[in-house]
């Protein structure tokens, strides 16, 4: 199992624009995609220096494999649509293993 995790810092002049977006447009079209099991949407409670709210969406994947096939066939469609956040959001993505789950 792999997680894809995306940590993003959203200046707060978007963030109700933004978040709306992710849970509403983002986060189901990247389920749509077909090559994620279930996504998570959380909330990072340490402030950042830089200001602004932090987030992190992991998204399951059942392999490496097709984690890959998501990044060949549609994550630059995908992060395109991100674009009107440019300015106002930092991103941080991450691809992690899962070792075991108790």
């Given at each position: 199992?792999?997680?894809?995790?995306?940590?993003?810092?959203?200046?707060?002049?978007?963030?109700?624009?933004?978040?709306?977006?992710?849970?509403?447009?983002?986060?189901?079209?990247?389920?749509?995609?077909?090559?994620?099991?279930?996504?998570?949407?959380?909330?990072?409670?340490?402030?950042?220096?830089?200001?602004?709210?932090?987030?992190?969406?992991?998204?399951?994947?059942?392999?490496?494999?097709?984690?890959?096939?998501?990044?060949?066939?549609?994550?630059?469609?995908?992060?395109?649509?991100?674009?009107?956040?440019?300015?106002?959001?930092?991103?941080?993505?991450?691809?992690l293993e899962v070792i075991s789950?108790?």
């Amino acid at each position: 199992m792999i997680i894809y995790n995306v940590t993003i810092n959203v200046s707060e002049e978007v963030h109700d624009e933004w978040l709306n977006w992710m849970k509403q447009e983002h986060i189901p079209q990247m389920l749509d995609t077909g090559k994620f099991l279930n996504a998570m949407m959380t909330k990072v409670l340490v402030q950042e220096p830089m200001g602004g709210v932090t987030y992190s969406v992991q998204y399951k994947a059942e392999s490496k494999a097709m984690l890959e096939r998501y990044y060949q066939e549609d994550a630059e469609n995908l992060r395109a649509q991100s674009q009107r956040f440019k300015d106002k959001t930092v991103f941080f993505r991450t691809e992690l293993e899962v070792i075991s789950e108790q």
